[in-house]
């Protein structure tokens, strides 16, 4: 069972950090994922990192300002959101893979390629 938890009301510029805690599973044996999902749009991979935690994979327009990272001992991965934009306001869930998965060479993060998904997490950011 994935936890996701975090979210929240920030302004424009503003950070959040949020947490993926794994229950019944290790995630250090998993690639875990963060994706969202605006309304009327499609659900987006945004950050994951892989089974060995020496992959990870950024969507274009948050690379830079954010920062996927494992914390093996609590079984948790975190999602660091530093310099929020209006339009990263989204439902945010993490996932999790038993493998990873590579196309054309890259690591890769999307949806279709994870299996459990934990409940999502509401960001907005608004001023």
């Known amino acids: 069972q994935l936890q996701a938890s975090g979210g929240g009301l920030v302004q424009p510029g503003g950070y959040l950090k949020l947490s993926c805690e794994a229950s019944g599973v290790t995630p250090n044996s998993l690639t875990i994922g963060w994706f969202r999902q605006a309304p009327g749009k499609e659900r987006e991979g945004v950050s994951c990192?892989?089974?060995?935690?020496?992959?990870?994979y950024y969507k274009d327009s948050v690379r830079g300002r954010f920062t996927i990272s494992r914390d093996n001992a609590r079984n948790t991965v975190h999602l660091q959101m530093n310099g929020l934009q209006v339009e990263d306001t989204a439902v945010y869930f993490c996932?999790?893979?038993?493998?990873?998965?590579?196309?054309?060479?890259?690591?890769?993060?999307?949806?279709?390629?994870?299996?459990?998904w934990g409940q999502g997490t509401q960001v907005t950011v608004s001023s």
């Open positions: 990192i892989s089974v060995s935690g020496s992959n990870t």
């Open positions: 996932a999790a893979a038993p493998r990873d998965t590579w196309y054309s060479g890259e690591y890769s993060c999307f949806p279709t390629d994870f299996d459990f």
